[in-house]
């Protein structure tokens, strides 16, 4: 790491910086795997998931970005090779398979879910053991984009019809006939 005295040790930078590398690695594979998805997807409602999964890849490109420009910004180099980034990743390839639609959807709401756990815990990590509350706020962002991809998605594959009052028909207890 480079020699920078923003207020932080370089052992707790070269912390925060391991971390970040792990949230580049996930955003990058979740990228790719959003992007194969946009060419991949078939079916009655392809044309809504095409521009969905457009918004979101042109979202993680941003967010790719910036957090390694926040690694530079703390002295470190970020990950910029596909086996760097496959070494650190906590998400998996589904590498040589084309899944339906609505699985398509599934897998990238476990993705998102899965990252925004991660970026929970490095969020306390960087404010609690680190001490760089800028980047606990950085990741926080993050975390709150990946939020809404993932209520999105969700929102697409549940599916349940709602009454004009709001309640969920499903889930309200029915009255026996004759009661």
């Known amino acids: 790491m480079r020699q920078v005295n923003i207020g932080l040790t370089q052992e707790q930078r070269q912390g925060v910086s391991r971390l970040l590398n792990q949230d580049l690695a996930d955003a990058y594979l979740l990228l790719v795997k959003t992007k194969k998805y946009h060419w991949d997807v078939v079916g009655p409602q392809f044309r809504t998931l095409h521009q969905l999964w457009e918004e979101h890849y042109t979202a993680l490109t941003e967010t790719i970005d910036a957090i390694a420009e926040r690694v530079r910004a703390l002295g470190g180099y970020p990950?910029?090779?596909?086996e760097g980034f496959l070494k650190v990743a906590t998400l998996k390839e589904h590498a040589g398979n084309v899944p339906t639609a609505s699985q398509m959807v599934a897998n990238l709401v476990e993705d998102h879910e899965?990252?925004?756990?991660?970026l929970r815990q490095h969020v306390d990590q960087c404010a609690d053991e680190?001490?760089?509350?800028g980047t606990a706020d950085?990741?926080?962002?993050?975390?709150?984009?990946?939020?809404?991809?993932?209520w999105m998605l969700r929102s697409f594959i549940e599916?349940?019809?709602?009454?004009?009052?709001?309640?969920?028909?499903s889930t309200e207890k029915k009255t026996p006939v004759g009661v």
Not at 130 to 133: I, M, N
Request: charged share 20%; glycine share 14%.
């Open 79 to 82: 990950i910029g090779t596909m």
């Open 114 to 118: 899965q990252v925004i756990r991660n």
């Open 130 to 133: 680190f001490h760089d509350e």
């Open 138 to 150: 950085f990741l926080t962002g993050i975390m709150e984009g990946h939020e809404e991809m993932a």
């Open 159 to 169: 599916g349940e019809a709602l009454q004009a009052d709001g309640s969920n028909p």
